[in-house]
């Protein structure tokens, strides 16, 4: 029986790709931060005939990710989904940011990540599918003013899934990135009308998980399966190899 671990599972984004999986007979491993308070997951997992396991991890303690990666060392993982992230909050922009929260945003959004990637590597590399599935935003590309803290921390996020998918992919394992579009979410409810539930969103990123290959690693996909460049390549030769067309 195949296996996802689903971080941010409480509710959302999280929470329909644990359905999903769980409809599909898959083993789910969700996480939460505060599970107690996480009614439907919980509803969810008594439904599930003991498929459904809710684990508490609040992804800001890297400790916690490795007490949970060293308690699930023996259980190979099929899909890695790194849901959780920070968003709502203050709209910081120049002359009004936070910076603390700042600081809380690239923890959570880009460096736990890269953390569940490293304690989880063997785990998704012992698996049959080897798949890393990081929910990152494709806002970084043409921002607009404000929401600084999440804009930045998800185009870093971009850059972590970078380096990750080059260091893992001698071992087979695929990491990519994906914006899932507009969802209709608790965080999102202030912006109006999403035009996705969570479960379409869901939908359409599963299928993009169940179609990967090992040539796609490192990819950043939209929500029908298309692909955006990653990172920028600033690679033009003629800024590297020929100091003659430097101006004197």
């Known amino acids: 029986m195949p296996v996802a671990l689903i971080t941010g ?11 999903a999986y769980v ?94 990637m490293e304690c989880f590597a063997d785990a998704v590399a012992a698996s049959g599918r080897k798949v890393i599935f990081n929910l990152s935003s494709r806002i970084g590309a043409n921002p607009f003013f404000g929401y ?24 087979g394992v695929i990491v990519v990135a994906a914006h899932p579009g507009w969802v209709g979410t608790e965080a999102t409810a202030a912006q109006g009308k999403a ?4 479960e379409a969103a869901a939908a359409f990123l599963i299928k993009i998980i169940d179609e990967l290959t090992v040539a796609q690693t490192g990819s950043f996909f939209d929500p029908d399966g298309s692909t955006l460049p990653l990172v920028t390549q600033q690679h033009e030769i003629r800024f590297y190899s020929n100091p003659r067309t430097a101006p004197p």
Do not use: C
């Open 9 to 19: 599972a409480n509710r959302g984004l999280g929470l329909a790709f644990a359905r």
């Open 23 to 116: 409809a599909r007979g898959w083993q789910v491993i969700a996480s939460a931060r505060r599970p107690e308070g996480a009614g439907l997951l919980l509803e969810l997992a008594s439904q599930a005939d003991g498929r459904l396991r809710v684990e508490t991890l609040d992804i800001a303690n890297f400790s916690a990710i490795e007490t949970l990666a060293e308690r699930l060392s023996n259980q190979p993982i099929d899909v890695l989904i790194n849901n959780a992230a920070l968003t709502g909050g203050p709209l910081g922009s120049f002359g009004h940011v936070d910076y603390a929260r700042w600081g809380e945003a690239f923890r959570i959004n880009a460096m736990a990540p890269m953390k569940m």
């Open 148 to 171: 600084l803290e999440y804009f930045s921390s998800k185009s870093a996020l971009n850059m972590v899934v970078k380096q990750a998918s080059i260091a893992l992919e001698p071992r």
């Open 195 to 198: 035009p996705l539930t969570p």
